[in-house]
């Protein structure tokens, strides 16, 4: 079904606009694909494969807990118990799960140091700065248009 109601026929199938709005999940692509014709140009790359890298960047980020470790990490190496400590109500398997989830996407660096005991800190690689300072106007604009909207 389109936005509007209507059926997606075989012969539609084969536009973007209609294999985007296939799929609930893709309605958000959709919505940036018209946004386009509303406010020309965008300021990012527009598509069907951009819309696909902002729903997988917000995956990323939206991951429960994700933007707490990030958050921790950003003033340096930490141990995995110092992360535990500044993020009230992770249990250990929770953080275990996301510090490896952070570090296969290559947000995290897991660095051991041989020591006795071995010592295991986790830091931000660049990758990780460059999204922490992606979402800096990203919580810009949510102080501006959703102070209301706070559940803390």
Not at 110 to 116: A, E, F, G, H
Request: with cysteine; aromatic share 4%.
């Amino acid at each position: 079904m389109l936005p509007g109601g209507s059926a997606v026929t075989d012969a539609e199938s084969a536009g973007p606009v209609a294999r985007l709005s296939a799929v609930p999940e893709q309605l958000a692509c959709w919505g940036l694909l018209m946004l386009r014709q509303v406010t020309e140009p965008l300021p990012f790359a527009s598509g069907e494969q951009a819309c696909h890298r902002v729903l997988n960047a917000i995956d990323v980020i939206g991951a429960r807990w994700t933007g707490s470790i990030l958050m921790a990490a950003v003033r340096g190496a930490r141990r995995f118990k110092e992360y535990r400590a500044l993020i009230g109500g992770i249990s250990d398997s929770q953080l275990t799960v996301r510090l490896k989830e952070l570090q296969a996407r290559g947000l995290i660096a897991r660095t051991v140091i041989p020591s006795t005991p071995v010592q295991i800190t986790y830091t931000l690689t660049t990758a990780g700065e460059e999204l922490i300072a992606a979402l800096v106007p990203l919580s810009q604009w949510g102080e501006q248009h959703l102070a209301g909207d706070d559940d803390a």
